[in-house]
């Protein structure tokens, strides 16, 4: 490179230093940079492509054929969307993971919120608690799913203080009562810590001057949560939200290993990735398979975007 | 604030936040602490009912037992090798990618920006049927490359890194360009290092995100020795579903590593989160 190829210099999206160009030399940086920039953004962004955007095109394309993984393929048309509607399990999976979803997203956010609200006034011992709420997120889902299964075994350690209460403990993972809210206790339990730490992030941004505002004007305490607190934190909680529903709607790992693969008991913890699981590797139905893939990803999709309708709106200061 | 506030009305709602954290924190840890317990027991022991908190006598031998009964060193090193695979793909592939987005002003770029951005919204659960098939179809399943590929690159890592880029000041650039520094150098030598604590953030949760990853090998892992730690303890428990110490010595065991990432390097965790909402 010579020293006038200085000339078209890269904007790292802020200012652009404005030197008069000269002709073939800013040809010759700009093909540099075109080579550059594909040069190294490609291999990442191809991987993301194949890996991503290529199976979710593909699950569209599939789900219009007949195919078992050991025959030909055969189109037909709709009708693996047809036949999949008129599959009673899949209604059952559906409702399950919305149910899942419509406990465990409002359930999590408030306990997030109330944990980093209490975190976020001048207690001792912040950096200890932090420590433990934040602790259940890296652990694994494989690993938290097994401790539950242990807990809440029917003769484990939930029951017994739940017997301690005097209260009767049921077979959490054996009634199909019990089996999917163990899942959500679980799930509730595993995430509120990582969310509060976004939630205090949210709360720590909120400027000083408008609390002290509130408090002169006589707010307090609850006044000052709902009516200053809460809507600034709009951004915060539509972000959570957000990626609560699309968490949840996907779970998948929790139920796999409580119902050993099956679902069960009664399909009570069949979700609808559990049961796309099940077509590939149990009932060798890809056509199914793909037909609810591309039906759950168009309902994840529209769910985040009636989040956004609701929540979205960017807060004024 | 205001002197008022001070007085016993304060200093009550104070100990009552604190009363409600403390029971907080109780829940959130006996789960592990009943894990310790059950793996420090024996076997007889662990099964009775009401259960028992201190371990009598203290089996320590428990978490030797547990790599004779399963090979948990191998699905140790499976691990080890897909999740270090994956973070150090992440770490070269995102930053570069995320270098070239932010600071290399080419055409097409905000085309790729998006695309990469709009790949957040298809998680990797809803297209478990479609990278099945493609797997497959490139003959990757049971292999270590069918569980690294799917997650070597990440539109979460590129836009962190892209993020971290477009902070640093633009005179660098052009200085080196003057001197006719080339793209990569630059990359390497002057920006690079610019970024550190976004890049052992990004390596932090990539590295736990793979370690934790349960599904990926599920797909991928028939043969048990291509199982991976989350694999086989699963394939663990639904054998021997009646030796809980065994199985929650194991699972000590395996959250150990980042339990330990976790607790050194806390503050880049805190960071992460922050910052992208991943677990």
């Known amino acids: ?317 | 604030m205001v002197g008022s506030r001070r007085g016993w009305s304060y200093r009550l709602s104070r100990g009552i936040f604190l009363l409600i954290l403390s029971l907080g924190a109780v829940v959130m840890l006996i789960p592990f602490a009943w894990t310790l317990s059950t793996a420090l027991k024996p076997l007889s022991l662990s099964l009775v009912f009401p259960p028992v908190w201190w371990p009598h006598p203290f089996v320590w031998k428990n978490f030797v037992a547990v790599f004779r009964r399963v090979p948990l060193a191998h699905w140790f090193i499976n691990s080890a090798i897909v999740a270090g695979a994956v973070t150090l793909g992440n770490l070269v592939l995102d930053a570069l990618a995320g270098y070239a987005l932010a600071r290399i002003d080419f055409k097409g770029r905000t085309w790729l920006y998006v695309g990469t951005l709009a790949m957040m919204m298809v998680p990797f659960q809803s297209v478990m049927l479609p990278v099945y098939l493609l797997l497959r179809q490139l003959g990757l399943l049971n292999t270590y490359w069918g569980m690294i590929l799917p997650t070597l690159v990440s539109s979460m890592g590129i836009f962190l890194m892209r993020q971290a880029f477009l902070n640093l000041p633009q005179e660098l650039d052009d200085a080196a360009i003057i001197d006719g520094c080339g793209r990569l150098r630059m990359f390497f030598q002057i920006s690079l290092p610019q970024v550190t604590p976004t890049l052992l953030t990004l390596a932090l949760l990539t590295f736990v995100g793979a370690w934790n990853n349960f599904l990926l090998p599920l797909l991928v892992a028939n043969q048990p020795h291509l199982w991976t730690l989350q694999l086989g303890i699963v394939e663990f428990q639904s054998q021997y579903a009646t030796d809980w110490p065994l199985l929650m010595a194991a699972s000590f065991l395996i959250t150990l590593p980042v339990a330990v990432l976790f607790l050194v390097f806390q503050r880049w965790f805190v960071r992460g989160i922050v910052m992208t909402g991943i677990k």
Request: a positive charge; charged letters at 5%.
């Open chain 1, 1 to 317: 490179m010579k020293l006038s190829t200085q000339t078209a210099s890269t904007r790292g999206g802020r200012e652009t230093i404005s030197r008069p160009p000269t002709g073939a030399t800013l040809s010759g940086r700009r093909r540099q940079d075109l080579i550059a920039g594909y040069g190294l953004s490609l291999p990442a962004v191809l991987i993301l492509f194949v890996f991503s955007l290529g199976p979710a095109l593909a699950a569209f394309y599939l789900s219009l054929f007949s195919w078992t993984l050991l025959n030909h393929m055969h189109y037909v048309g709709l009708s693996n969307f047809a036949g999949l509607l008129h599959y009673s399990v899949f209604w059952i999976a559906v409702r399950n993971s919305t149910v899942f979803a419509l406990v465990v997203v409002p359930i999590q956010t408030a306990v997030a919120l109330a944990l980093a609200v209490l975190l976020n006034q001048n207690l001792p011992a912040r950096g200890f608690f932090r420590l433990a709420f934040y602790f259940p997120s890296i652990s694994s889902s494989a690993v938290i799913t097994l401790i539950f299964m242990w807990m809440f075994n029917q003769l484990g350690l939930f029951n017994s203080f739940l017997n301690w209460l005097g209260l009767p403990g049921p077979d959490w993972l054996g009634s199909p009562h019990f089996a999917l809210p163990t899942i959500m206790i679980m799930n509730i339990w595993t995430t509120a810590g990582s969310l509060m730490i976004i939630f205090l992030a949210g709360l720590q941004g909120i400027p000083v001057s408008m609390m002290e505002a509130a408090a002169c004007d006589g707010a307090t305490g609850w006044k000052t949560f709902r009516h200053v607190t809460l809507p600034l934190l709009r951004t915060t909680t539509f972000f959570i939200v957000v990626m609560g529903i699309i968490g949840t709607l996907q779970m998948f790992d929790q139920s796999f290993i409580i119902s050993g693969g099956s679902g069960g008991p009664l399909h009570s913890t069949t979700t609808v990735v559990l049961l796309i699981y099940n077509f590939i590797f149990a009932y060798g139905n890809v056509g199914y398979g793909a037909a609810a893939t591309v039906l759950w990803f168009l309902f994840i999709l529209g769910a985040t975007l009636a989040a956004n309708k609701w929540l979205g709106q960017p807060v004024e200061y």
